[in-house]
């Protein structure tokens, strides 16, 4: 912004997986700057996922780059910027979020409840879609990719204002 590279509210933004759980914490936190994000199979409960001792992955992630929730100090950095704790009322700037309801890395209700959130707490009238592969996992479903990848372009240019 600052180099005039690109303008405030008209920055987009996509990540997934993990990069999905840093476009969610950019989203709660500096909303404003940016026009869209994009959000795919993204880790978005990071505190409940890690404090859930049933779920698969969790012994792996625990003390790693995002940390373990049973030490005081790492709890509360966690919730500083888990996606789904950190929503607020708020403007969010238009939001589609993907997923693949066969994820065995993120289980489906981990976008499923944020979008939830998300329409309660918002306070804009920008758009919010959340797209469900039935047949996909955490990469989507393969026969799909250039559908999958069009959907979202065409998303962002119509947000941006593009005609195509």
């Not at 996992?137 to 204002?161: K, P, Q, T, V, W």
Request: proline content about 3%.
């Amino acid at each position: 912004i600052e180099k005039k590279y690109t303008i405030r509210g008209k920055i987009v933004a996509q990540g997934g997986s993990a990069g999905g759980l840093l476009m969610g914490a950019v989203a709660n936190q500096r909303p404003e700057l940016f026009n869209t994000f994009i959000i795919e199979s993204a880790y978005l409960d990071v505190l409940g996922t890690l404090t859930d001792t049933t779920a698969n992955f969790v012994f792996e992630e625990r003390g790693g780059e995002i940390g373990n929730p049973e030490i005081p100090e790492m709890y509360e950095y966690i919730k500083s910027y888990s996606p789904y704790q950190n929503i607020k009322k708020q403007n969010y700037p238009n939001i589609l979020f993907t997923m693949g309801f066969f994820d065995t890395k993120v289980k489906y209700w981990q976008t499923l409840k944020t979008v939830a959130r998300l329409r309660k707490c918002k306070t804009d009238n920008n758009i919010l879609l959340l797209k469900t592969d039935l047949y996909g996992g955490h990469s989507g479903y393969s026969n799909n990719i250039i559908n999958e990848r069009a959907f979202i372009y065409a998303f962002i240019l119509d947000n941006l204002g593009i005609k195509y």
